[in-house]
């Protein structure tokens, strides 16, 4: 019984050590503007980078169509600058 906590407990303290998680790294692509009257607009869009492609295309496609309700079939660059525009258009 005495060695079976020993065992046991050096096996947990093996796992607890060697285990890793899921490590994501955040970018944004910037876009900014200026807009006719002189002011900066800017604005920021995310992409999740998780060392895994598939994930981190399903996530950005996610990201993408729920914050932008884009279809993706337009260039980032083309919706970001609508956006920027649409801002101040006002």
Same mark, same amino acid.
């Given at each position: 019984?005495?060695?079976?906590?020993?065992?046991?407990?050096?096996? %947990?303290?093996?796992?607890?050590?060697?285990?890793?998680?899921?490590?994501?790294?955040?970018? @944004?692509?910037?876009?900014?503007?200026?807009?006719?009257?002189?002011?900066? *607009?800017?604005?920021?869009?995310?992409?999740?980078?998780?060392?895994?492609?598939?994930?981190?295309?399903?996530?950005?496609?996610?990201? *993408? *169509?729920?914050?932008? @309700?884009?279809? %993706?079939?337009?260039?980032?660059?083309?919706? %970001?600058?609508?956006?920027? @525009?649409?801002?101040?258009?006002?």
């Amino acid at each position: 019984m005495k060695y079976l906590v020993i065992i046991l407990t050096f096996i %947990l303290l093996v796992f607890v050590f060697e285990s890793k998680g899921q490590s994501a790294d955040i970018t @944004f692509i910037h876009y900014s503007d200026t807009s006719e009257i002189g002011l900066d *607009r800017e604005i920021g869009f995310p992409i999740i980078n998780t060392e895994n492609n598939i994930i981190d295309s399903i996530l950005n496609k996610n990201i *993408r *169509r729920d914050i932008l @309700f884009d279809t %993706l079939t337009t260039p980032i660059d083309c919706i %970001l600058s609508n956006m920027v @525009f649409g801002a101040s258009s006002f």
